[in-house]
T-cell receptor
Framework: AQSVSQHNHHVILSEAASLELGCNYS??????LFWYVQYPGQHLQLLLK??????LVKGIKGFEAEFIKSKFSFNLRKPSVQWSDTAEYFC?????????FGTGTSLTVIP | DAGVTQSPTHLIKTRGQQVTLRCSPK?????VSWYQQALGQGPQFIFQ???????QRGNFPDRFSGHQFPNYSSELNVNALLLGDSALYLC????????????FGPGTRLLVL
């Protein structure tokens, strides 16, 4: 069965620190990849997505992610986090008409 | 432009009862997907509706059923509720049959006692 793994369950960073959240998936075919964010008390919002082309994609609020096909990975990065980035981050994979989500990474940014 | 809306926001039921949750997709969207998100977990795909038919289904029992109406709104029905059905139920809408971005609603929080 297909799966999405997010290895970091809880991450605590100080403001201005760099962020990298890991995401790996297990599916050998063509995939579309997403990162969603869920701020406290809010619903899931799209952060960025990869369908094809340049494997380095840029999203909102300074986030970016790199698709490495050989590693089945789609890691999320941000060079300098802010307190307002405190949220739950979900990696998701679409293999066709089904979405698979990871279990999420809780990020806490300390001012 | 209204986003995805869901009703009710919260619901309390007892074991064995039946529940219906409702979703209105984002304007212009014709595809609706339903997810179950247990506490501390990522969303789990239940099924997807397109053109009023269930197109894909995740690993959920037949107690979970749905419907899509001609105006693209959708209902999720759960029969014979179990304690384990307590979760946040999310609706997401998208456009067409390709792998388009899904837009999520705020969810319905279901508590089964």
């Amino acid at each position: 069965a297909q799966s999405v793994s997010q290895h970091n369950h809880h991450v605590i960073l100080s403001e201005a620190a760099s962020l990298e959240l890991g995401c790996n998936y297990s599916y050998g075919g063509t995939v579309n990849l997403f990162w969603y964010v869920q701020y406290p008390g809010q619903h899931l919002q799209l952060l960025l997505k990869y369908f094809s082309g340049d494997p380095l994609v840029k999203g909102i609020k300074g986030f970016e992610a790199e698709f490495i096909k050989s590693k089945f990975s789609f890691n999320l990065r941000k060079p300098s986090v802010q307190w307002s980035d405190t949220a739950e981050y979900f990696c998701a994979v679409n293999t066709g008409n089904q979405f698979y989500f990871g279990t999420g990474t809780s990020l806490t940014v300390i001012p | 432009d209204a986003g995805v809306t869901q009703s009710p926001t919260h619901l309390i039921k007892t074991r064995g009862q039946q529940v219906t949750l409702r979703c209105s997709p984002k304007s212009g969207h014709d595809t609706v997907s339903w997810y179950q998100q247990a506490l501390g977990q990522g969303p789990q795909f239940i099924f997807q509706y397109y053109e009023e038919e269930e197109r894909q289904r995740g690993n959920f029992p037949d107690r979970f059923s749905g419907h899509q109406f001609p105006n693209y709104s959708s209902e999720l029905n759960v029969n014979a509720l179990l304690l384990g059905d307590s979760a946040l139920y999310l609706c997401a809408s998208s456009l067409g049959t390709v792998q388009e971005t899904q837009y999520f609603g705020p969810g319905t929080r279901l508590l089964v006692l």
